[in-house]
Structures are given as C-alpha cells and as structure tokens.
C-alpha cells in the first residue's frame, strides 16, 4: 500500500477544504457523517475516535461488497445469500482455469463482505454512532455483458491498474513497507494501462485469450483487494480503545487473510498469456527472469521478514501494519487501483473525511 504522502491528486486536491469543515464539526458531505467531536464519548460507550475507525472500516466493506458484488454476478454463484445477476458461462469458465472452485470463492467472499458492512453499521448504532451510507453515490454503470444487473454501482471494475506488488513483498525474507522497502511486481504490464477484470459487455468474450485476460487481471486484483484489508484491520486495531471494538477488529480482519491467501494461491494459476486485443502480458512467474523463490506459484504463506527493528530475528508477519495513515493509505490504494473512476468530486470528499477521522483516532488509556 502506498502512504498518504503519495495521494492522488482526486483524494489530496481539496484536503486543506475539508480540513476545515472537519474542524468546524461539519463533516464530510453527503449522506456519511463525520461530525462527532474528536474523542467525545458517543451516547452509549465508544469514543469517537473508536466510531471513526469502525466508519472507515464500514466504509471500505461496503466499496468492497459492491466490487464483490459484480464479480459474483458474472462469474460466482448467483443465489439466496448473495442475490443478483444470472452469471457469464464464458467469463466463468476462463475463472475455472485458476481453480475450478473460483465461483463458490468469489460467492463466500462477497458474502463476507456484506455481513462485514451490515455488523460494523449494526454495532455502530448500537453504541449511538452515525452509520455509513454511500448509496447515494452508486452512480458508475454496470458491465453490458449478459448476466450483470444494470444498477448503479460505486466502483469500477472497467479500467483497473492493478498493483501486484504483493506478490514479490509478501516473499521477502529482507524487506518491510513499513521500512520504506518498495517491491517489483508480479505482473508489470498491469500496473500501467486500464484493464477490464469483468467482461465490459458480450464483445469481451472473445477471442479465448482475451476473456482469459480479463479472468486473469480479476485473479490479481482479487489478492489485491484482500491483501488491503489484511493490512488495514491489524494497522487500525493499534489505535482503538474499547476492548470490545479491539474485538471486533481482531475477529474480521483475520478474515481478510484467509481470503488474501486463497487468492494469493489461486492467482498463481493464471496462464501466462498475451491479450490480442491490447498486449497485455501475463508472464510465466515460475520461468526466468521472475522464477527463483521470490516468484515460484507454490509459495503462499508469508516469509519471515524483517520487522519493528533490523537487530530483531525474521518473523512470519503481516506488513504493512504502520498505523499512521493507515486509512487514508488504504484510500489511496484504492483510488489508486482505478476502482473510483468517474466518481464525483463530493465521493472523493467523504471518502477523504471518513479517512481523515479514522487517522486521528488515537488510543485512550
Ligand atoms: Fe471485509
Ligand atoms: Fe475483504
């Protein structure tokens, strides 16, 4: 993840604005609120610090349900738990190439992320806490391809720059983000460019290698996403007060890993291939120049690395899990990823403010 300090220009631009709102009690825009005063107790128990957090984490389950939400309609399992869309056999077939149970994955992760957004918003207003509702920016268009609802979304899954970094960090043995260390990606050519991860509509679905393509940049971006959340839960959880919050964090955010290595693993499957319609490449990750143990697809647990102090032994860790900036970094990498494209100005602004909220939570004694 990259850090504040590097924000795009759509979540930096007006910051100084919103500051000022933010002092003035007046919140973020829109229908998310970030009004309490910092540390003001809530009516029934949490700081409001500990509210802002979890806000933010709603915030980010609920960006994340809605992207779920239109993979597993083109290619999950459309049913009673996860309801909408009819499915693309041929989207869902090139899917099967990474692991034949891609679908009911993607159908079990986006479930997750609905019951994670629903608990966080219940516990809020349990304790008193403003809720988050971003529905009234689900304004981004829906994939044209047969299977897909045509509703209003909040993310895009249409134009990604995916950042698969974590390949090569989570295989360290030497390297830390929270160092300052920064790692090669696994797939180069999907850092730069705009790529589907969805079939834009029923053109998409041919030729094979280009609906292989997409099913490919949706297998990264799937591992891209959860290694967020990985990061983010454990980042926030140093900065909460109340025990039961602290729970809270602990019991989702290791959810998250469990999705990010069943991705990390089945992402390894992707064929290597190029797309004849705009060259994007997929390398062989286990041939050189890459192979060697910091590629090879087998590898899907973290190896030990440096953490807290070099003078420390090597630890199976997490990382990043720095604390400062861990929303707005989380925002960052998003809005990064291509997924907010063609959003509103105002979006860019709650999105900045519940951001902003959650960094200047700071643990109470
Ligand atoms: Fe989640
Ligand atoms: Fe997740």
Same mark, same amino acid.
């Given at each position: 993840?990259?850090? =504040?300090?590097?924000?795009?220009?759509?979540?930096?631009?007006?910051?100084?604005?919103?500051?000022?709102? *933010? %002092?003035?009690?007046?919140?973020? =825009?829109? @229908?998310?609120?970030?009004?309490?005063?910092?540390?003001?107790? @809530?009516?029934?128990?949490?700081?409001?610090?500990?509210?802002?957090?979890?806000?933010?984490?709603?915030?980010?389950?609920?960006?994340?349900?809605?992207?779920?939400?239109?993979?597993?309609?083109?290619?999950?399992?459309?049913?009673?738990?996860?309801?909408?869309?009819?499915?693309?056999?041929?989207?869902?077939? %090139?899917?099967?190439?990474?692991?034949? #149970?891609?679908?009911?994955? &993607?159908? #079990?992760?986006?479930?997750?992320?609905?019951?994670?957004? +629903?608990?966080?918003?219940?516990?809020?207003?349990?304790?008193?806490?403003?809720?988050?509702?971003?529905?009234?920016?689900?304004? *981004?268009?829906?994939?044209?391809?047969?299977?897909?609802?045509?509703?209003?979304?909040?993310?895009?899954?249409?134009?990604?720059?995916?950042?698969?970094?974590?390949?090569?960090?989570? !295989?360290?043995?030497?390297?830390?983000?929270?160092?300052?260390? @920064?790692?090669?990606?696994?797939?180069?050519?999907?850092?730069? /460019?705009?790529?589907?991860?969805?079939? +834009?509509?029923?053109?998409?679905?041919?030729?094979?290698?280009?609906?292989?393509?997409?099913?490919?940049?949706?297998?990264?971006?799937?591992?891209?996403?959860?290694?967020?959340?990985?990061?983010?839960?454990?980042?926030?959880?140093?900065?909460?007060?109340?025990?039961?919050?602290? +729970?809270?964090?602990?019991?989702? /955010?290791?959810?998250?890993?469990?999705?990010?290595?069943?991705?990390?693993?089945?992402?390894?499957?992707?064929?290597?291939?190029?797309?004849?319609?705009?060259?994007?490449?997929?390398?062989?990750?286990?041939?050189?120049?890459?192979?060697?143990?910091?590629?090879?697809?087998?590898?899907?647990?973290?190896?030990?690395?440096?953490?807290?102090?070099? @003078?420390?032994?090597?630890?199976? &860790?997490?990382?990043?899990?720095?604390?400062?900036?861990?929303?707005?970094?989380?925002?960052? /990498?998003?809005?990064?990823?291509?997924?907010?494209?063609?959003?509103?100005?105002?979006?860019?602004?709650?999105? !900045?403010?519940?951001?902003?909220?959650?960094?200047?939570?700071?643990?109470?004694?």
């Amino acid at each position: 993840m990259e850090r =504040a300090s590097k924000l795009p220009n759509r979540l930096a631009s007006r910051r100084s604005f919103l500051r000022a709102g *933010l %002092a003035l009690g007046a919140g973020a =825009a829109g @229908t998310a609120f970030v009004g309490l005063p910092a540390f003001a107790k @809530t009516q029934s128990g949490i700081n409001a610090g500990d509210a802002a957090i979890l806000r933010f984490l709603a915030a980010a389950e609920i960006l994340e349900t809605d992207l779920w939400q239109q993979y597993n309609e083109l290619g999950g399992v459309q049913d009673g738990e996860v309801p909408g869309g009819s499915g693309s056999p041929t989207y869902t077939k %090139a899917l099967e190439v990474l692991d034949g #149970d891609m679908p009911q994955y &993607i159908h #079990d992760n986006t479930e997750d992320e609905l019951t994670h957004f +629903r608990f966080i918003n219940a516990y809020l207003a349990s304790q008193g806490a403003k809720t988050v509702d971003l529905d009234k920016f689900r304004t *981004l268009p829906s994939s044209k391809a047969t299977g897909a609802q045509q509703i209003g979304r909040l993310t895009n899954l249409m134009q990604l720059t995916v950042d698969t970094s974590y390949w090569t960090r989570y !295989r360290s043995r030497t390297k830390n983000p929270d160092f300052g260390d @920064t790692f090669p990606p696994a797939v180069p050519d999907l850092a730069h /460019g705009k790529f589907p991860a969805i079939p +834009r509509s029923d053109k998409d679905l041919t030729p094979s290698d280009h609906i292989q393509a997409i099913a490919n940049t949706a297998g990264f971006h799937f591992a891209f996403i959860e290694q967020g959340g990985t990061s983010l839960y454990p980042s926030l959880a140093q900065r909460v007060t109340s025990p039961e919050v602290l +729970r809270i964090l602990l019991s989702i /955010g290791p959810t998250e890993t469990m999705h990010f290595q069943t991705w990390f693993d089945k992402a390894g499957n992707a064929p290597p291939l190029t797309d004849p319609t705009n060259g994007l490449t997929f390398p062989d990750l286990n041939a050189p120049p890459l192979g060697g143990e910091d590629f090879q697809t087998n590898l899907i647990m973290p190896e030990p690395t440096i953490f807290l102090r070099r @003078t420390f032994p090597v630890v199976s &860790i997490i990382r990043p899990t720095e604390t400062k900036g861990a929303a707005m970094a989380a925002a960052t /990498g998003l809005t990064a990823d291509g997924l907010f494209i063609g959003q509103s100005e105002e979006f860019f602004d709650v999105l !900045r403010g519940l951001a902003e909220a959650a960094d200047a939570a700071r643990k109470e004694s």
